[in-house]
């Protein structure tokens, strides 16, 4: 959208908007400026609003589409500077021309013995505003429009069907014109908005994909909950949008054009929980690597004493490497260039139905005396605790803590791309850690930072007891700094 506040010169207005004046509508009815809007729409923008009106089973008429559509609105003056910064820099800075032809258009007024706000609409200074539809997509800004200056002025929104689109376009106009506060005061209290649910627990043995239109919807929640500070959503939905996975986050996306909307591309760093998602990733596929590395190392896995076996081993072997193939845990890769393309897209991958895949893992056993011998008795313990760090407040954004102190909560540091050698940060599991109780609860003291610690750790050791290795762990222990 274009900021400058007015339309640009080299911009000529339609025949219809030259000729005439627009009709005005009165936010309120002893206004003393009129705001001159003029509203453009993209073709794909139509397109797209065309096709959601198909869609609507009301009977209460839409509102026409257009191209271009110029509106004026009668404020208060008073009001825009008292609850804008934006305006309040715009109209009474002389160093811009709006603040200019105000104070003419009031001496003017003056002279004639008229005070504005009992004057005619065309007497009073008309302010030109300007905005597209590039960050929001949504092709009734006009109505957003007059229901934040509705919002502005303390009186209640016309709009009776308010949708996530709408609120959405509300909390980039507010943050755009600078008047979030009174916004989201409203939102918190006076404007009846049920925020759509777009988390759902599959159906048993369903694979669940975010669909493009659910993703959108969360991403504009994670928006509107970021710009009109409602931070219980806000963390619920960065943690949301962290156990589901993005399209956006895709090694494999191809930019269409069609996802160039604000939300899209999250403002002020948030597009770090891809990192986050990462980190977490990278510790559940640890956990299927470190086994497959013992079994098909040297060191005997089988657990049946004396007369342990080799052929155990290769059993077990087998058995993990089919599972996490069948499952799509795991996947085939030679050296020939194509065997890449056996590689399936894992940034729209859960998180939760991974945890839940990898319990699945059946305790094969090569006779009935190795009973113990198999993946499950020993991954079972470890999918716990991971199970129990997702819980941490760490996990999802906080935004307070965000907005005050980003550094110090973010996991991805600035301007470092991955820890380098010397920063080297290995995790050692022990059987301590996973009996720890406090790891059945959520939000248990300490949890926070541990959960942090873990996830952005450089390796992990699953079995550290088992085999017998002394090697330090920077992992530190539970601490409530």
Partial sequence: MDDSGQAPDSEPLDSNTTDKLPEVTNIVEDGDLVLDVTFENSRDTIRSARVAQSRLASLEPQPVLKKRARLAFRVSLKVLKGQSKYFEKLLTDNRFREAK????????????????????????????IQDDDQATHYAHREVAFADLLRILHGREVATK????????????????????????????SGLKFKWPVTSRRPIRDEVSVMGRNG??????????SWLLNQPTRFHAATKEIILNG??????????????????????????????RRQCILNTIASVQSHFLRL?????????????????????????IFKFLT??????????????L????????????????????CPSYQIDKNHTNCGLRTRMLPILDFIQGLLSANSIPITRMAWKNDRQ????????????????????????????????????AMGADKFAKDVFTASSWDWTAEDQAQDLPSSTPRWSLN
């Fill in 101 to 128: 032809d105000i104070s003419g258009a009031f001496a003017a007024l003056s002279m004639k013995n008229v005070k504005p706000e009992a004057a005619e609409a065309n007497d009073l200074p008309w302010i030109k």
């Fill in 161 to 188: 069907q308010v949708t996530m689109p709408f609120v959405t376009t509300l909390a980039v106009l507010a943050d755009r014109f600078d008047c979030a506060p009174a916004v989201s005061k409203y939102l918190a």
């Fill in 215 to 224: 993703e959108d919807t969360l991403r504009q929640k994670i928006l509107v």
């Fill in 246 to 275: 993005s399209r956006r986050w895709s090694a494999f996306a191809e930019d269409d054009g069609t996802s160039d909307a604000t939300w899209w591309y999250l403002q002020d760093g948030l597009e770090q929980l891809q990192y």
């Fill in 295 to 319: 079994y098909t190392s040297r060191t005997r896995q089988c657990k049946l004493g004396y007369d342990s076996s080799a052929a155990c081993d290769s059993y077990q072997l087998g058995e």
């Fill in 326 to 339: 069948n499952k799509n845990l795991m996947f085939l890769v030679d050296f020939s260039p194509g065997s």
């Fill in 341 to 360: 393309d056996s590689i399936a897209d894992t940034s729209l991958l859960q998180i939760e139905s991974t945890l839940s895949t990898l319990r699945q």
């Fill in 408 to 443: 110090a909560v973010a996991w991805l540091a600035p301007d470092v791309e991955s820890p380098t050698p010397a920063e080297a940060r290995p995790f050692l599991f022990t059987r301590s850690l996973a009996g720890d109780q406090r790891l059945r609860f959520e939000n």
